[in-house]
Nanobody
Framework: VQLQASGGGLVQADGFLRLSCAAS????????MGWFRQAPGKEREFVAA????????FYGDSVRGRFTISRDNAKNMVFLQMNSLEPEDTAVYSC??????????????WGQGTLVTVSS
């Protein structure tokens, strides 16, 4: 299984970025997909998750209302639209495949991340 995130970069505060994650080696439509992030010196944090056919979406408290997760099962891809970015959003963002449990998801598979840096 490979999960390759892309789309990170340097952006000013209040700007936006769109992250993409390409998945291979798994039956994509049978997995929930999610985004996690880890900032320097901090623990890994749940960002967002989306169910297999996009009927359910969950967000972490710190990003709800600013970030939107979506997926394209035909292309085996998941996306994270990030608006109104804040310096506190600076982190390495990675995608994961798993199963939704309540308002969270398991990380059965995960990939290397993409760095997002938000300047003030």
């Amino acid at each position: 299984v490979q999960l390759q995130a892309s789309g990170g970069g340097l952006v000013q505060a209040d700007g936006f970025l769109r992250l993409s994650c390409a998945a291979s080696g798994l039956t994509f439509s049978t997995f929930a997909m999610g985004w996690f992030r880890q900032a320097p010196g901090k623990e890994r944090e749940f960002v967002a998750a989306i169910s297999e056919y996009s009927t359910k979406k969950f967000y972490g408290d710190s990003v709800r209302g600013r970030f939107t997760i979506s997926r394209d099962n035909a292309k085996n891809m998941v996306f994270l639209q990030m608006n109104s970015l804040e310096p506190e959003d600076t982190a390495v963002y990675s995608c994961a495949a798993g199963y939704i449990l309540g308002g969270d998801m398991t990380e059965n598979y995960w990939g290397q991340g993409t760095l997002v840096t938000v300047s003030s």
